[in-house]
């Protein structure tokens, strides 16, 4: 038996990767003022269908979903943001005064192609700010973003872009279905139809003969009614005093068709075609639709399958939590012995490990090698004799004799 396609197994020495990451994320939005939600990972299918839009790839082909033994249809959650708002208007957040200011990390699945980067059960660490339409509180979570990513000295890009808004998107949608159909002989299967459903989703096609189409059409921020224009003018402003250096990419559309006016997205060079770490936008109205007050809504979610793909490796040998001590027994009672020392020493916070199966002391301090402790204490019957025991200091090989009250205070003092 092995995992099924698109899903996979991590491992500790991995899972070691995404701690250091999920600590950072959980500091940083400390930082800012959020809290953490948990949604469930399965919800009812219309949910989805409603919040995210019936002619995204999501819903179109990349939902699990299935009907229960009670006959309601689920879905394993192919993104968070539609959940946190239903989780809004179900617990009536609106009426708390402050702007709820939420974060999750958990897994998303979406039924795609398998590629590099690409997974069926993919991780996310997202945030969603309810309430406010201000660029300010957009700026905000971009620098956020980045804060969060700041420490892993990845080299990313900042794309934004404004989609419109149910006043001024329509009449660029106009417009570009009349070039799309004039185009229509030189577009994929996907695009002919997406021109009659839904024109924007054109913009956000990969397939390689669509793409000398796509560079020759209007770009939606020369059509931008003053409602949409002044906010991402005035998000343009926020991030240069912030310092933070962006590129305005008109055909950046997203894949979910919650978005209005601000979209954005961080990407990675090193990702190869699946480049976006992160991306997320604006989303006022989809409380509405999914039958709540009306709310704006911001947030992003950055995939954290992805960020620890492309972790540089000073970062990576980092994150391995390494023992303080390792505790080498040679004989029935210097195991007793190393299991009651180990007690105390855990119990003034120190992490020990030993070896149950340890073999001679060779085979032990090998070990006590490979998985990186800073020290080892080494009990024999002679030091059990004696109460006294030998420790070495990996790093230097410095080796020394202690009781047990003189190892806790050294303990005490590096720590
Ligand atoms: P999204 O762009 O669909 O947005 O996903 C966000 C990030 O999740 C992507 O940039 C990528 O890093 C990661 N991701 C997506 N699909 C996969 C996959 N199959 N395998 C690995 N990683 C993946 C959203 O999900 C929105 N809910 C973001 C948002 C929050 N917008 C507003 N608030």
Redesign the pocket.
């Given at each position: 038996m092995s995992t099924i396609p698109g899903t996979r197994d991590i491992l500790p020495e991995e899972m070691a990767l995404w701690h250091l990451i999920e600590e950072q994320a959980r500091r940083v939005f400390d930082l800012y003022g959020y809290k953490e939600i948990r949604t469930p990972l399965l919800e009812a299918t219309e949910l989805f269908a409603r919040g995210i839009g019936g002619d995204t790839d999501?819903v179109r082909k990349e939902m699990y979903t299935f009907t229960d033994q009670g006959g309601i249809s689920m879905t394993l959650r192919?993104?968070?943001?539609a959940s946190v708002v239903r989780a809004y208007i179900e617990h009536h957040m609106y009426r708390g005064g402050e702007l709820p200011q939420l974060y999750y990390i958990g897994p998303?699945f979406?039924h795609?192609k398998k590629q590099k980067?690409?997974?069926?059960q993919?991780y996310?660490i997202?945030a969603?700010v309810l309430g406010s339409d201000d660029p300010a509180v957009e700026a905000e979570v971009i620098e956020m973003v980045l804060a969060l990513l700041q420490p892993f000295k990845i080299k990313v890009r900042l794309l934004i872009n404004s989609v419109g808004c149910a006043q001024c998107r329509p009449r660029y949608v106009e417009i570009l279905r009349a070039e799309l159909r004039m185009a229509a002989d030189s577009l994929c299967e996907d695009c002919r139809r997406r021109t009659e459903t839904n024109p924007l989703r054109v913009l956000d096609c990969k397939v390689e003969s669509c793409q000398p189409v796509i560079e020759q059409l209007p770009r939606i921020t020369d059509h931008l009614g003053e409602e949409c224009a002044q906010p991402f003018l005035r998000l343009k402003g926020h991030l240069e005093d912030a310092k933070i250096g962006y590129e305005v990419v008109p055909r950046l559309v997203?894949?979910?068709d919650y978005?209005i006016r601000t979209a954005f997205?961080i990407v990675s060079g090193e990702l190869g075609a699946?480049n976006?770490?992160?991306?997320?936008?604006r989303?006022d109205g989809l409380s509405e639709i999914l039958g709540g007050p009306p709310a704006k809504?911001?947030?992003?979610?950055?995939?954290l399958?992805?960020l620890v793909m492309v972790l540089p490796e000073e970062v990576r040998a980092s994150a391995a939590k390494k023992p303080e001590i390792f505790l080498v027994h040679l004989s029935e009672p210097a195991m007793r012995k190393a299991m009651a020392i180990a007690r105390i020493l855990r119990g003034q916070g120190s992490a020990c490990h030993l070896e149950f199966d340890g073999g001679s002391l060779r085979s032990q301090m090998r070990l006590a090698n490979k998985i990186g402790a800073r020290h080892v204490l080494i009990i024999g019957d002679d030091e059990l004799a004696r109460d006294r025991y030998t420790i070495k200091r990996m790093e230097d090989s410095t080796q020394w004799d202690v009781s047990l009250p003189e190892l806790t205070e050294y303990l005490k003092s590096i720590s």
């Open positions: 999501i192919p993104e968070a943001t998303m979406r795609e980067g690409r997974w069926r993919f996310q997202g969603e997203r894949g979910l978005y997205e699946q976006a770490l992160a991306g997320g936008g989303y809504g911001f947030g992003f979610a950055m995939g399958d992805r």
